[in-house]
């Protein structure tokens, strides 16, 4: 700043000198183009008494950005500003951040300016100043004061866009259109720093932080002047990161050396006052993998110590410590430094995850909360653990020190490697990470693998520890870690670990530290939200037996009937068992994804009222309403009493009567065990009716959990252009009976199916071709229709409906993933509550009113189910999906990212 105040002042010397009209030349084409720019700027020089308020918004960038260039405690007088002065972040946009403003200074190539950019934005701080300060500021800026005067910048009204409120705000700023350089250049290390330092001071956006190239040249100047190990260091564990000065301290220091392993503040180096906030801060004891250093973590310090009173376990590559040890130490560390009635986060990376995952369950006392990154409980299950283990502690010198680089494609994600090879820029970035590599060989000599090897296959952690867990568990995990099976250990964690949760990570290997494509911080901070969410619920509703979940002081169903008048009997243990090992090869196929379980807690049977489960047909229905039942029964041990159409059972009752009357004593028993093995037959095993009005009546009275699909038939045969739309008779009658008995209705959402047949010829199309038309529509009035009739009566079906009875002629297209969305439970009382406060001339009809309420509430899920799975990069790709399920052992990643044991949670 005062570089530019000097260059003004001896411009306006010699300016007098020869006269002022040598500076009163006409402006480059940047001040004329900003001119034209959408955002409205236009170029003006300030004029004192011009605007009627005492004070101006004025527009920051570049090295104003930093508080110690213009604030209350700015180095130059002239930009010392008051510290309650109103300060907002908003963007300048169709202008451009360039590095071309002269500099009279050899030492500094070049400044900070803006231009004209259709298209882009600039990011920067608009401060509310008085008049007398914006013309202080002007002074420092070189820009004229008065009318006339010399001037090395000229003044700009421009029009910005707040952050976070969108507000338009009108400011003034400052360009150097008559100084500028004819090309950007790179500026000095020391204004960069100035810049950077202003950019995180504001928080702005890493994005665009790097498209400013300012931490590249910080990143440069810094490596030049370290040393060689250093250097090595920080392109190995934080490439392409421009990291504060104190943590190039730190690692100058090598603080992973030693004799005694410790637990660390990695932010030692920094000057950072001990306030109130800081106090508050909750504590963050950070455990690293196997390298024992903390080093991966070097590129997320800065980001998390905003946020946590932030500490690093560091285990010196020369110690061999046990896990009773390492234990002891972190937790006399934690117990040193929390307070009364306080407690700490642990977040382990690898190895680092089993020591969390044993803390949390020795000292709930001492431990808040765990986060667990690809969590090495699986190593003794891992593909490769043979050659971890055995293999490469073994290897002769040369190819040990080799080794790292071998490791690669194991540590590293090979999507992110083939994207970074892309670019040359990012493609040199990654050699000389690449190149750096091999300080693991230091950070792991083979006498200290081979020992931290045999921690992990002495596992501290086993299942039964797991279970006693108290304190709420978030896994992270990478979808394409390639050294132990990460995200098929996340699912196995998350049954077995009472209050966890599951983050999938977009992206990333078993390294996920190091990829720059991960926002680390913001997942640490997803994982901390989710943990408070756990610990306000307490998730202790439900009573386990197996896999599934019973809701407490109910049994599986509580109506003992079924159609035809018999009792029924629930299905058993080994009946489930083996209707969801049946199932298994339709999961595999279609994959699918629950959403909104957490919608559906276990206490919501445990009531004296019914549930009505209100859901839509897809396309011929004939997997909707099995993954529904299956996925309750499995997750909460109610079984959903189906309501299916008579026709169904008409047709099975005709099949199976022509099966009798042909069939010899040979036959008998093939075709018995056929029969029970069939669709028709499974639904009846596992609770299916007829529905009719006695049957839903009986049910809903004897409070039972019931799934009732209204479209019926109509939805299951769509036509053309109907996909994932709901086809709901007029009249409301489910509404009556569900109000009767006081029922909650919950509407669940089915997409997919539809878009996995492609129809040739709907109903429409079959009943209007001559011949095969008629034929058709005499079959359907006489075996469909005469069955529904039999229950509505004579007038029940119209001809006009006989079309719906009509399946469509289709064929297979894409195997689509099927996605089931459970919405929030609807109280019709209080929703009638509702209806009634509102409707002041008592016109409504509130069954009718309610009826389109829960079909707009279930519309709306499908649309949300739909627009997130367009979201999903292996819904439409399934042989990449099956491919990546057999490799990994685990589910596909969704749209969504957090999810639990029965499925996921609606966080994107």
């Known amino acids: 700043a005062s570089f530019v105040a000097t260059g003004a002042r001896a411009l306006r010397v010699r300016a007098a000198r020869r006269g002022a009209s040598c500076v009163r030349r006409k402006p480059a084409s940047v001040a004329e183009s900003a001119t034209r720019c959408q955002s409205g700027a236009s170029m003006s020089v300030e004029k004192p008494g011009a605007e009627a308020s005492d004070r101006i918004w004025y527009f920051a960038y570049g090295s104003c950005l930093n508080p110690s260039v213009l604030g209350a405690e700015a180095r130059v007088p002239l930009r010392v500003i008051d510290a309650d002065t109103p300060a907002q972040v908003c963007t300048l946009k169709h202008f451009q951040l360039i590095f071309n403003a002269w500099s009279p200074i050899p030492l500094e190539p070049a400044f900070a300016n803006i231009c004209a950019a259709p298209g882009e934005s600039v990011l920067g701080v608009a401060y509310h100043v008085t008049r007398e300060q914006f013309r202080r500021i002007a002074r420092s800026e070189g820009a004229a004061t008065v009318p006339g005067q010399p001037a090395l910048s000229k003044t700009i009204d421009v029009v910005l866009q707040a952050r976070g409120s969108g507000k338009t705000i009108r400011a003034k700023t400052f360009v150097f259109p008559s100084l500028s350089v004819a090309e950007p250049r790179r500026p000095s290390a020391r204004y960069a720093r100035l810049v950077f330092d202003g950019m995180m001071h504001w928080n702005f956006d890493d994005v665009y932080i790097r498209k400013t190239k300012v931490s590249e040249w910080i990143t440069a100047d810094t490596m030049s002047n370290l040393p060689a190990q250093t250097k090595s260091v920080l392109r190995a564990f934080a490439p392409n990161v421009a990291l504060p000065e104190h943590l190039v301290e730190l690692v100058r220091d090598e603080f992973w050396l030693g004799s005694t392993a410790k637990v660390i503040d990695p932010c030692v180096h920094r000057n950072v006052d001990v306030n109130d906030c800081e106090e508050r801060k909750p504590w963050l004891f950070f455990i690293p993998g196997i390298d024992g250093s903390s080093l991966t973590l070097l590129p997320h310090i800065e980001?998390?110590?905003?946020?946590?009173?932030?500490?690093?376990?560091?285990?010196?590559?020369?110690?061999?410590?046990?896990?009773?040890?390492?234990?002891?130490?972190?937790?006399?560390?934690?117990?040193?430094?929390?307070?009364?009635?306080?407690?700490?986060?642990?977040?382990?990376?690898?190895?680092?995850?089993?020591?969390?995952?044993?803390?949390?369950?020795?000292?709930?006392?001492?431990?808040?909360?765990?986060?667990?990154?690809?969590?090495?409980?699986?190593?003794?299950?891992?593909?490769?653990?043979a050659v971890w283990h055995n293999v490469l502690p073994n290897l002769p010198d040369s190819a040990y020190s080799a080794a790292p680089y071998g490791l690669v494609p194991a540590l590293y994600d090979l999507e992110l490697l083939s994207s970074q090879l892309a670019s040359s820029d990012s493609a040199v970035s990654a050699f000389k990470a690449f190149s750096s590599i091999g300080v693991l060989r230091d950070l792991l000599p083979r006498r200290t693998l081979q020992h931290r090897l045999n921690l992990l296959h002495n596992m501290p952690v086993t299942d039964r520890t797991l279970a006693r867990i108290q304190v709420p568990v978030v896994i992270l995990a990478s979808p394409n870690d390639a050294l132990i099976p990460s995200a098929k250990e996340a699912e196995r964690l998350i049954q077995l670990i009472p209050m966890s949760r599951k983050v999938s990570l977009p992206s990333g290997g078993h390294a996920s530290l190091a990829d720059n494509r991960l926002d680390i911080p913001h997942y640490i901070g997803l994982a901390a939200s989710l943990c408070t969410a756990m610990n306000d619920k307490c998730m202790a509703s439900s009573q386990h037996f197996g896999k599934v979940s019973v809701a407490r002081g109910r049994d599986i169903i509580r109506a003992h009937f079924k159609s035809g008048g018999a009792r029924f009997e629930p299905p058993t243990k080994s009946d489930i068992a083996k209707q969801l090992s049946e199932m298994a090869s339709l999961r595999r196929l279609f994959s699918p994804v629950f959403v909104g379980m957490d919608n559906i807690p276990a206490k919501i049977f445990e009531q004296d009222r019914p549930v009505l489960f209100i859901a839509n047909h897809t396309m011929y229905g004939f997997l909707d309403v099995a993954f529904v039942v299956a996925h309750v029964l499995e997750h909460r041990g109610v079984l959903l009493r189906g309501l299916t159409h008579p026709a169904v059972f008409a047709a099975q009752r005709a099949r199976r009567n022509n099966d009798v009357a042909q069939e010899t004593p040979q036959m008998s028993e093939a075709r018995s065990e056929e029969r029970r093995s069939s669709m028709v037959e499974t639904m009846e095993k596992f609770g299916s009716v007829k529905v009719n009005p006695r049957n839903t009546f009986r049910l809903l009275r004897a409070n039972e959990a019931v799934l009732l699909l209204p479209g019926g038939v109509r939805e299951a045969y769509k036509r053309r252009g109907e996909r994932h739309t709901l086809h709901w008779p007029e009249d409301p009658e489910f509404v009556r009976m569900a109000l009767r008995f006081n029922a909650l209705v919950v509407p669940v959402a089915c997409v997919g199916q539809d878009d996995c047949f492609q129809i040739l010829a709907d109903g429409e199309d079959i009943l209007n071709t001559p011949v095969l038309g008629a034929l058709v529509k005499e079959r359907v009035e006489k075996e469909a229709i005469g069955t529904v009739r039999g229950w509505k009566g004579s007038d029940g079906v119209s001809t006009k409906e006989a079309r719906d009875f009509v399946p469509p002629f289709s064929l297979p297209s894409k195997a689509r993933r099927l996605y089931f969305g459970f919405g929030k439970p609807i109280d019709l009382a209080d929703m009638t509550k509702t209806i009634l406060n509102a409707d002041t001339t008592r016109t409504l009809d509130v069954a009718e009113a309610l009826y389109r309420a829960v079909e707009a509430a279930l519309e709306n899920e499908i649309k949300e189910l739909d627009m997130m799975r367009e979201k999903d990069q292996y819904d439409q790709a399934a042989v990449r999906r099956l491919l990546y399920e057999a490799r990994t052992g685990a589910q596909a990643p969704t749209a969504w990212s957090v999810s639990g044991r029965e499925g996921y949670y609606k966080i994107a």
Not at 323 to 343: K, P, T
Not at 347 to 376: Q, R
């Open 303 to 385: 980001a998390l110590s905003l946020k946590y009173r932030l500490r690093c376990l560091v285990v010196p590559p020369a110690t061999r410590y046990s896990w009773l040890q390492l234990e002891n130490i972190v937790a006399e560390a934690i117990g040193n430094v929390v307070r009364e009635n306080e407690r700490a986060i642990v977040f382990g990376e690898s190895m680092g995850a089993v020591l969390s995952l044993s803390l949390a369950s020795k000292h709930p006392k001492l431990i808040d909360s765990a986060f667990v990154l690809n969590p090495a409980t699986s190593f003794n299950r891992a593909p490769a653990k």
